[in-house]
T-cell receptor
């Protein structure tokens, strides 16, 4: 597609349930990122995939969070046993390469997660 | 550790006037990139402008310019001739050398008054 595509755009789930958020990056982009944005806050880095390299998971807040990227393209962020503090917008982004100055990162419109 | 600081939680500007959004950063790297993103109420993050740490000239993109003062570690965004559609949250961000991660500031909410 023309841009980074995320689904679902909105998700309401009950506390304790698992959720999966999907990201389809811009075609040809080798780098893919997940960020989290709580209401009125800045963006918090979660995880970063670059090509076939091991992902940088340094931003994942707990072991309830995991992500995978299949075939170097689509990525799924999974949150197990959701808690109310997980409520946020989850933004996926991609870039042509994973390094290099001027490597612009393009964002999707986000998945709004509400845990009730 | 790298850090981005945006000290203005909210700003107002009159339509057609210029406005400066402040951004300071902290890094020990010599090579890094600085970005500004716009986030309207719809939630999408829109790339505005980029400045490399070794670029001697300030970056410009249409009505946007980045006032880069390396010694002061500041990268302020200047929006000229503000428009009502400029009302949004603006984020300053940095990419340290060798990583693909963007480190974001807390953002500044800009409201343009007619």
């Amino acid at each position: 597609g023309a841009g980074v595509s995320q689904s679902p755009s909105n998700k309401v789930t009950e506390k304790g349930k698992d959720v999966e958020l999907r990201c389809d990056p811009i075609s040809g982009h080798t780098a893919l990122y997940w960020y989290r944005q709580s209401l009125g806050q800045g963006l918090e880095f979660l995880i970063y995939f670059q090509g076939n390299s091991a992902p940088d998971k340094s931003g994942l807040p707990s072991d309830r969070f995991s992500a995978e990227r299949t075939g170097g393209s689509v990525s799924t962020l999974t949150i197990q046993r959701t808690q109310q503090e997980d409520s946020a917008v989850y933004l996926c982004a991609s870039s042509p390469q994973g390094w290099g100055l001027g490597n612009t990162i393009y964002f999707g419109e986000g998945s709004w997660l509400t845990v009730v | 550790a790298q850090k981005i600081t945006q000290t203005q939680p909210g700003m107002f500007v009159q339509e057609k006037e210029a406005v400066t959004l402040d951004c300071t950063y902290d890094t020990s790297d010599q090579s890094y990139g600085l970005f500004w993103y716009k986030q309207p109420s719809s939630g999408e993050m829109i790339f505005l402008i980029y400045q490399g740490s070794y670029d001697e000239q300030n970056a410009t993109e249409g009505r946007y310019s980045l006032n880069f003062q390396k010694a002061r570690k500041s990268a302020n965004l200047v929006i000229s001739a503000s428009q009502l559609g400029d009302s949004a949250m603006y984020f300053c961000a940095m990419t340290p050398r060798g990583t693909g991660k963007l480190i974001f500031g807390q953002g500044t909410t800009l409201q343009v008054k007619p």
